[in-house]
């Protein structure tokens, strides 16, 4: 495939980078000439713990979860929906086995990208080192927010901000899933849903 086709066959891919950044061309044609489709199916793991994330991925299609296990449950951290850029950062950057785990909750297909072409972009061009800090700066942003709300709001206005936030994902993702994404025990959850707010 040439590269017009791969522009044109990864059309969503470069406009949500046009929508951060805009880099050079030189860059977003590496970018997209490096690109590896992956398919995985519902319950497939694009990252197991104690494995090192090596690859910066972005969704085409379906759903993932990053959560960690802390021995009684999972912890959820965020979930990942189409057109979203996203990798376990901490591994990504420094090279260290994650705590982390990824997986697909429906049939999902990603595009994705080795870290040692991300690097290399970087280290050569300027336009490619904002695109990846700027990608990269979300999840910090993200994290932190995601902190803020587990530690200052009850459990009944983490399910209200996840209903404002992501309604797209209320038909998508699994009680136990929401349960475990707000902190919550199931009974609870559905005690929070049969009530009217």
């Known amino acids: 495939m040439n590269l017009t086709s791969l522009f044109m066959h990864h059309l969503p891919f470069i406009q949500t980078i046009e929508n951060i950044f805009k880099p050079d061309q030189t860059v977003m044609d590496e970018l997209v000439s490096h690109l590896e489709l992956r398919i995985y199916r519902k319950g497939d793991y694009l990252l197991k713990a104690d494995e090192t994330c090596r690859y910066f991925y972005f969704i085409e299609k379906g759903l993932v979860k990053l959560f960690f296990d802390n021995g009684d449950k999972d912890f959820i951290m965020t ?10 950062l901490s591994g990504f950057l420094t090279g260290n086995p994650s705590k982390y785990m990824i997986v697909a909750l429906e049939p999902t297909q990603v595009l994705r990208i080795h870290k040692d072409v991300v690097v290399r972009l970087c280290k ?7 695109l990846f800090s ?3 700066s979300k999840a910090p942003v993200n994290m932190m927010g995601r902190i803020s709300e587990m530690l200052e709001d009850d459990g009944k206005k983490r399910y209200i901000n996840f209903l404002k936030q992501r309604p797209d994902l209320i038909q998508r993702i699994s009680l136990g899933d929401l349960a475990d994404y707000i902190g919550i025990t199931q009974v609870s959850l559905s005690r929070i849903r049969a009530r009217k707010f």
């Open 79 to 88: 979930f990942f929906s189409e057109n979203s850029f996203f990798t376990e």
């Open 124 to 130: 050569n061009n300027h336009s490619a080192e904002t």
């Open 134 to 136: 700027k990608l990269y």
